[in-house]
């Protein structure tokens, strides 16, 4: 069996791109839950409802 070969990594692990497509309430209490849960970067909005952003999922405990 032939082994493929994996393209070049072009984002951080760790890091999630995320993509929300809701109206403004759904959007607001889908980005307090994520806040309270991981450090996430300001939403950027769009037209058509969707807001982009980045999650990092890497652990949020502090370092002490």
Do not use: C
């Not at 991981?38 to 002490?64: C, E, H, V």
């Amino acid at each position: 069996m032939t082994r493929h070969e994996r393209p070049e990594r072009t984002t951080l692990p760790g890091i999630a791109d995320i993509r929300i497509v809701a109206d403004e309430a759904t959007t607001k209490l889908v980005l307090d839950v994520l806040r309270a849960n991981f450090t996430i970067t300001s939403p950027r909005a769009y037209s058509g409802g969707r807001s982009y952003l980045q999650l990092d999922a890497g652990n949020p405990a502090s370092d002490d």
